[in-house]
């Protein structure tokens, strides 16, 4: 396996949920797009060497001309799997290990990229950064019957970036018919374990505009203690 690392990000999606008309990875964020802070945050990293970004199709150039040359901007798809395959593709044939990171986690620190590339580098085929779940959470039926109640301390928010051996992950998209939601639900259809690390409390996915308001407080609240240094 090579041991050069690349990162796709698809920002394809129009994030209807955070409002306001404009696609959610060009939304802004103390000014700057989170989808650029994203980025920003892969190229920060000791080990990604590439970034390939899915970009809404009619945005391509505005996305290249937000990101600038050193990233790669290719057409997404209707669906987030559609823009992976497509951002898999377009990444350098020496690409060992990917990682798969959400534009709409602007706050990822770069400490956890690498945490997740060096997990996969060091032998294991597929890693997921995740938090424990703090609330109660329950299994219901079709009716919005509880169901059961899982055992909390068996439970684990999934973040990203998520990490893979490219050739894994490869494999896993090539199956065009299992429903997913992450891209480690697609290597665990495989039976291919996944690895979890520590995640990060400020690496949440910004989605509704509640979420916008806390990322907009953090990084007020970051850039304020990194003045006062």
């Given amino acids: 396996m090579s041991t050069r690392v690349g990162a796709v990000v698809p920002a394809a999606g129009r994030g209807e949920r955070l409002g306001g008309g ?19 945050t892969l190229l ?33 798809g209707g669906e987030r799997v559609d823009s992976v395959r497509t951002a898999l593709d377009a990444l350098d044939d020496d690409i060992g290990v990917v990682l798969v990171h959400d534009a709409a986690r602007p706050l990822t620190p770069a400490t956890l990229v690498d945490a997740v590339a060096t997990a996969v580098l060091a032998g294991h085929p597929a890693v997921i950064p995740v938090l424990p779940v703090t609330d109660t959470v329950k299994e219901i039926d079709a009716d919005g019957r509880v169901v059961r109640t899982p055992r909390r301390d068996m439970l684990r928010a999934v973040q990203t970036p998520q990490g893979f051996r490219r050739d894994i992950l490869r494999t896993a998209y090539a199956n065009r018919d299992l429903p997913v939601t992450d891209d480690a639900g697609l290597v665990e259809a495989l039976g291919v374990p996944v690895t979890t690390i520590p995640g990060a409390e400020e690496a949440f996915k910004v989605t509704r505009p509640v979420d916008l308001v806390l990322a907009e407080a953090l990084l007020a609240d970051s850039l304020a203690r990194d003045g006062q240094r």
């Fill in 44 to 76: 920060a990293s000791t080990h990604v060497t590439q970034v390939v970004v899915a970009a809404p199709p009619t945005l391509v150039d505005v996305v290249g001309q937000i990101l600038g040359p050193g990233v790669c901007v290719v057409p997404g």
């Fill in 22 to 40: 404009t696609p959610k990875a060009l939304r802004p964020l103390a000014g700057r797009p989170m989808l650029l802070r994203a980025v920003e």
